[in-house]
């Protein structure tokens, strides 16, 4: 909570959904609706976690403690778990950095396992920006910033202008030649 103190970081709530927190949610249904990462209904059990976002840094920091519900090897967070905290943290800071996107690719590495229970650092921010492309970097630390866990590597695709476009030209090609299956 220091980090958003200062006014550099925001805090960024942790329910329902990511994109929501955004203006102007198109996806807005009606229907209940929440994260994967908060799928269930007691806590201590599951993803436990707090992000803040930097703006200026175009970085999303988020502590994070694996709860027993994301057990692999005994006593350790599933490979699976570690992956998902990390895709989450950084298409979050990915989507306040540029707008909706999803994740393309995704390159982990397993430096040391996650023990159950621990508190942990999850940092990423976004590299650079190509296009559509958005290229991340993040990496698990301990809290203390002793034991790094994990590094990994990320692309997301902007899908915002990039969808509507090609929705547009699609539907404009099917219009000027109606029996042509290219879109």
Known sequence: MELSKTGLWKRIPSH????????????????GKRMFLRNLDRDG????????????????VCLFQPGPYLE????YAHGGSVATIIDSTAGAGAVYTCGSVMTAN?????????PLGCTLLVDSYVEKIEGRKVYSRCHIQSHDGLI????????????TVALLSAIIQCRSNLVSAPNSTVC
């Open 16 to 31: 329902n959904t990511t994109a929501h927190h955004l203006e102007g949610d198109p996806r807005e249904t009606g229907i």
């Open 45 to 60: 059990v599951g993803f436990e976690y707090c992000m803040f976002y930097n703006k200026a840094e175009s970085r999303m």
């Open 72 to 75: 692999g090897p005994p006593g």
């Open 106 to 114: 995704l390159n982990i590495n397993y430096l040391k396992p996650i």
């Open 148 to 159: 790094f866990h994990t590094e990994a590597t990320g692309k997301e695709q902007n899908t």
